[in-house]
C-alpha cells in the first residue's frame, strides 16, 4: 500500500470511507468563493496584508464546514504566525475520509491590494499521503499542458525545452508564448527565450494563475517556467496532473539560509521532481476562484443580495469546469 492509498488519518483513526474528489469539489468551491468575497472590502485599498487576514479568516471558516479530516500540508506559514493556515492544522468536520491540502487563500495579494488583474483564491485536496512537502520555498519550475506531456526536461537548457515543446504543438519556437514570474531572478532568462523568438508575458506574481494560463485549452499560454513558490509548485503539481498537462521541478534555494535548512533536512536540492514525485494520486481537486479580473477568471460582481462569482473547478472528470455562482451577501462588508 502506497501513502497515497492509505486511509489513516492524522489522528490514527481509520477514514469511514476513501476521499471521493467529485464528492469533495462542490464543498471546496464554497471556501474558495468565501475567500475570494471576503477580500472585495480591500481590492485596490493598499493593504495586502489586511486582504490576505481577511481571506485566511473566510477560508479556514468555510473549510471548518467540509466533510472529512483535513489537514494543511502546504499553508501559508507556522503555528506560531496565525492567522496563517499553517502546516498540519487540522480543518473539516472531523467526520469522513481524510484529505491532505494545499491552499493559498489569497495568490496575489500585491494584485489584490492594488486593484489589478490576476488574483485569486486557490486550493488543492488529494488523499492522505499523496502530496509532496519541503522545506525549501523556492523551486525552478517547467511546466506545459497536455499537448505538450512527455517533451520536456528541465536538466537541459531553456532552448532545448522550447524547441521540444514547439515540435510537440506543431508550432514553430516564434510562435510559442512563456509565461515568466518578472523578477531580478530571470534578469537573463527572459531577453534569452526572446533572442530564441519565443514570446515572454512578464507577470510580477502569481504562480499558480501563470501555470494555469499553459495548463488549461484556450488560456493563451503555451509554458510557465522559471523559479517561484514551492508551496505554489504543489498546487500547480496537482492541477497540471488532472489535466493531462505535465511538470518537472527543481528546488532553488535563493539565500544561504535555505540551503542550509534543506541541508539540515537531508533534502537533495538537485534531484528532479516529476508529477509523481510532487501529487501521487490521480484522485485529487483543484479549486480556483477569481478575486481580480483575469482572462480565465473574472472578478466578483454585485448581483443583487448575492455576489457572481467565476471559478475553475478540476477534477478526474471535470477537466476543468468553469462555474459562474452567486455567493450571498449576508454579513459582507461592502
Known amino acids: 500500500m502506497t501513502p497515497a492509498d492509505d486511509p489513516t488519518t492524522s489522528a490514527g483513526q481509520p477514514a469511514t470511507t476513501p476521499f471521493d474528489p467529485e464528492a469533495v469539489a462542490l464543498h471546496l468551491l464554497t471556501t474558495t468563493q468565501a475567500a475570494a468575497v471576503a477580500c472585495l472590502p480591500w481590492v485596490g485599498r493598499g493593504d495586502k496584508e489586511a486582504a490576505d487576514e481577511a481571506a485566511v479568516a473566510a477560508l479556514r471558516s468555510a473549510l471548518a464546514e467540509v466533510p472529512g479530516q483535513g489537514r494543511v500540508v502546504i499553508g501559508e506559514g507556522e503555528k506560531d504566525h496565525a492567522p496563517m493556515l499553517y502546516q498540519g492544522e487540522e480543518l473539516g468536520t472531523g467526520t469522513g475520509p481524510g484529505w491532505d491540502l494545499a491552499v493559498d487563500p489569497l495568490e496575489g495579494t500585491s494584485y489584490c491590494a492594488r486593484g489589478v488583474e490576476g488574483s485569486i483564491a486557490v486550493l488543492a485536496a488529494t488523499p492522505r499521503g499523496a502530496m509532496w512537502g519541503t522545506s525549501g520555498w523556492y523551486m525552478d519550475k517547467l511546466v506545459v499542458g497536455s499537448g505538450a506531456a512527455g517533451h520536456i ?140 479580473s483575469s482572462a480565465l477568471l473574472r472578478a466578483p460582481e454585485a448581483a443583487g443580495d448575492a455576489w457572481r462569482t467565476r471559478s475553475v473547478i478540476v477534477t478526474p472528470r471535470h477537466r476543468p469546469l468553469f462555474v459562474e455562482a452567486l455567493v450571498p451577501r449576508t454579513g459582507q462588508k461592502t
Open 153 to 292: 526536461d528541465i536538466t537541459l537548457p531553456v532552448e532545448d525545452n522550447l524547441r521540444q515543446v514547439a515540435s510537440a504543438l506543431g508550432k514553430q519556437v516564434d510562435d510559442l508564448v512563456v509565461i515568466v514570474l518578472d523578477k531580478p531572478r530571470h534578469a537573463e532568462l527572459i531577453p534569452h527565450i526572446r533572442e530564441l523568438g519565443a514570446s515572454v508575458v512578464q507577470i510580477p506574481d502569481g504562480d499558480v494563475m501563470g501555470s494555469l494560463l499553459a495548463l488549461v485549452p484556450g488560456g493563451g499560454a503555451d509554458v510557465a517556467l522559471g523559479i517561484g513558490g514551492s508551496p505554489e509548485g504543489v498546487l500547480t503539481a496537482v492541477a497540471a496532473r488532472l489535466l493531462g498537462g505535465d511538470m518537472q521541478g527543481r528546488l532553488a534555494p535563493q539565500s544561504d539560509d535555505e540551503a542550509a535548512l534543506l541541508q539540515a533536512d537531508g533534502v537533495d536540492a538537485d534531484a528532479v521532481l516529476t508529477l509523481d514525485d510532487l501529487v501521487a494520486s490521480d484522485q485529487g481537486t483543484f479549486v480556483a476562484t477569481g478575486i481580480t
